[in-house]
Nanobody, 119 residues
Framework: EVQLVESGGGSVQAGGSLRLSCSAS????????MAWIRQAPGKEREEVAT???????TYADSVKGRFTISRNHARNTLSLQMNNLKPENTAMYYC??????????????WGKGTQVTVS
């Protein structure tokens, strides 16, 4: 059974930083895309950053230069370092993984999310 557990969310003031972590277990495919996806109340789901098994990474334009996605293979974790946070970054942040797609509409496994609030 694939399990993704997010942690690291919280409340910070604008300009502050948070580091989210996603602990993954039960996923055995060598090929994958892992992603951080967020959803704010009343807004569409938005893909924040992705990490592909080939090592490539992508970022939403709104977070480029401020957020960094990384993968610790030994610990089987996915992290998102978020710096210079803004109130518009307030959302529930989800970790997701899929064997073939980086599109949130089609990603198979999801965590339950961790809340980030920026004031």
């Amino acid at each position: 059974e694939v399990q993704l557990v997010e942690s690291g969310g919280g409340s910070v003031q604008a300009g502050g930083s948070l580091r989210l972590s996603c602990s993954a277990s039960g996923y055995t495919h060598d090929r994958y895309c892992m992603a951080w996806i967020r959803q704010a109340p009343g807004k569409e789901r938005e893909e924040v950053a992705t990490y592909d098994s080939d090592g490539s990474r992508t970022y939403a334009d709104s977070v480029k230069g401020r957020f960094t996605i990384s993968r610790n293979h030994a610990r089987n974790t996915l992290s998102l370092q978020m710096n210079n946070l803004k109130p518009e970054n307030t959302a529930m942040y989800y970790c997701a993984v899929d064997a073939g797609s980086c599109d949130p509409r089609f990603m198979e496994y999801w965590g339950k999310g961790t809340q980030v609030t920026v004031s």
